[in-house]
């Protein structure tokens, strides 16, 4: 082998790590989101209501979406039904449907 073969292999792996602590990441954050909700007894989050902070315990929903579900609510004078949250962008079907369970109005 030559050096430039060992330097792909040497950079396959690092992306592998890389890759590999990124999903442990996600995964832990889901956990931590979910014991929260359990041991908080929180059932629902109130998308009308909710800050920043607990928009992001919902799944799926990191700072930038929170603030743009919070932008959206105040430009609009809040949600009137639930699938209104889905004019916000980066909230598509496949989002809509991991929280629903975990939002009300």
């Known amino acids: 082998m030559n050096k430039k073969e060992i330097m792909?292999?040497?950079v396959l792996i690092a992306v592998l790590v890389i890759l590999n602590i990124i999903?442990?990441?996600g995964r832990e954050n889901l956990k931590r989101n979910y014991i929260f909700f359990v041991?908080?007894?929180i059932s629902q989050v109130s998308i009308n209501n909710a800050s920043v902070t607990e928009l992001m315990m919902l799944p799926g929903i990191g700072p930038?979406?929170?603030n743009r579900i919070i932008e959206h609510r105040t430009k609009n004078g809040g949600?009137?039904?639930?699938?209104e949250l889905k004019?916000?962008?980066g909230?598509?079907?496949k989002l809509f449907e991991k929280i629903l369970a975990y939002i009300k109005l």
């Open 79 to 83: 949600f009137k039904n639930l699938n």
């Open 87 to 89: 004019k916000v962008k």
């Open 39 to 41: 041991e908080e007894g």
């Open 8 to 10: 792909v292999i040497v």
């Open 91 to 93: 909230v598509g079907d």
């Open 23 to 25: 999903n442990y990441v």
């Open 64 to 66: 930038t979406l929170a």
